[in-house]
């Protein structure tokens, strides 16, 4: 069982720049596609990026495009989300999940992730 906890969301002007970290224990990141998700109030559940398992790819939802990098620190088996230039639309819980090597389908379907952690907010004030 994987487990995954998110850290790094707070409160921030627009055009700052927030980190988010994601933590995973009962398995390693390089075994999993890991992705980062976000919902914001009265809205479904969005892709934001993933990294491959291999590492060796990264997928950005177009809205974070140019702004937001996915990494992965192996040795700390955490995740991370750079957000920059952030914007008040920007504003959400934001997720990480983890989807099994043996998925098939796009990268952007919430439903074939296995596991999920419990969601930082991320507040921008414009």
């Known amino acids: 069982q994987v487990q995954l906890v998110e850290s790094g969301g707070g409160l921030v002007q627009a055009g700052d720049s927030l980190r988010l970290s994601c933590a995973a224990s009962?398995?390693?990141?390089?075994?999993?596609?890991m992705g980062w998700f976000r919902q914001a109030p009265g809205k479904e559940r969005e892709f934001v990026s993933v990294i491959t398992s291999s590492g060796s790819t990264a997928f950005y939802a177009d809205s974070v495009k140019g702004r937001f990098t996915i990494s992965r620190d192996i040795a700390k088996n955490t995740v991370l989300l750079q957000m920059d230039s952030l914007k008040p639309e920007d504003t959400a819980v934001y997720y990480c999940?983890?989807?099994?090597?043996?998925?098939?389908?796009?990268?952007?379907?919430?439903?074939?992730?296995?596991?999920w952690g419990q969601g930082t907010q991320v507040t921008v004030s414009s």
């Open positions: 009962g398995g390693t990141v390089s075994d999993y596609a």
């Open positions: 999940a983890a989807r099994s090597r043996s998925a098939v389908g796009p990268y952007t379907t919430r439903a074939l992730y296995r596991y």
